[in-house]
Structure formats: structure tokens, C-alpha cells
Nanobody
């Protein structure tokens, strides 16, 4: 019922920048927390950054000072600006959103398909 469409991944050199974007389906009634996770080869998926419906943000230590998360005015799109990228940032990045499908509905977590970010040294 809810799909998250991601864009912005790619191949960059160390020190470069990428901006990832993720849009939720318009049918979503409301979206609470949105964010990004990543998974590198041979490693567990880890939190990158989150942003609440009220605009409060949190970022993992690995991205502090380099990554910035934001939402659009309708709070159905989340973006991740990644600056000063490092080879260790190489991973598949997954968008997620905690959403309500109806006014009195429960919260459900949805995930994007993932977008590859590769940082060369």
C-alpha cells in the first residue's frame, strides 16, 4: 500500500557529495519518523539518520558533521545530503518511513528498495 521511491545513489570519489531522496506514496495519511539506514557488504544494516514529523533530527556518529537529513513541506519526502564522503560510506542505503494509512490507523514501517552508494579512494 505504501511505496518509497529512492533516487540519488551513485559512484563518487572520496571527498565528494551525494544527495539521496525518498518519496512516499501520496495515499499515505501521515508520516511520523523517516530516515535512512545502510548496509555494507558483510555487515549488518545500521542507522544513518532519522527525522521526526516535528523536524527533530538524529545522526549516527559515523555521519555527524558530514550528513544532513531533511523533509519536504508535506513531510512525505526525506532527503539525505552526504558531504565529504569516505570509502567506508560505501553501502546500500535504504529509506524507511513510519506511516499511518488512515486517520485512526496504526503506525507501520515501510522500506525502500535501496540505492547503491559507492565511494572510491
Amino acid at each position: 500500500q505504501v511505496q518509497l521511491v529512492e533516487s540519488g545513489g551513485g559512484l563518487v570519489q572520496a571527498g565528494g557529495s551525494l544527495r539521496l531522496s525518498c518519496a512516499a506514496a501520496r495515499s499515505t495519511f501521515s508520516i511520523n519518523t523517516m530516515g535512512w539506514y545502510r548496509q555494507a557488504p558483510g555487515k549488518q544494516r545500521e542507522l544513518v539518520a532519522t527525522i521526526t514529523s516535528g523536524g527533530s533530527t538524529d545522526c549516527a556518529d559515523s555521519g555527524k558533521g558530514r550528513f544532513t537529513i531533511s523533509r519536504d513541506n508535506e513531510k512525505n519526502t526525506v532527503s539525505l545530503q552526504m558531504n565529504n564522503l569516505k570509502p567506508e560510506d560505501t553501502a546500500i542505503y535504504y529509506c524507511y518511513a513510519a506511516v499511518r494509512l488512515s486517520p485512526m490507523g496504526n503506525l507501520y514501517a515501510y522500506w525502500g528498495q535501496g540505492t547503491q552508494v559507492t565511494v572510491s579512494s
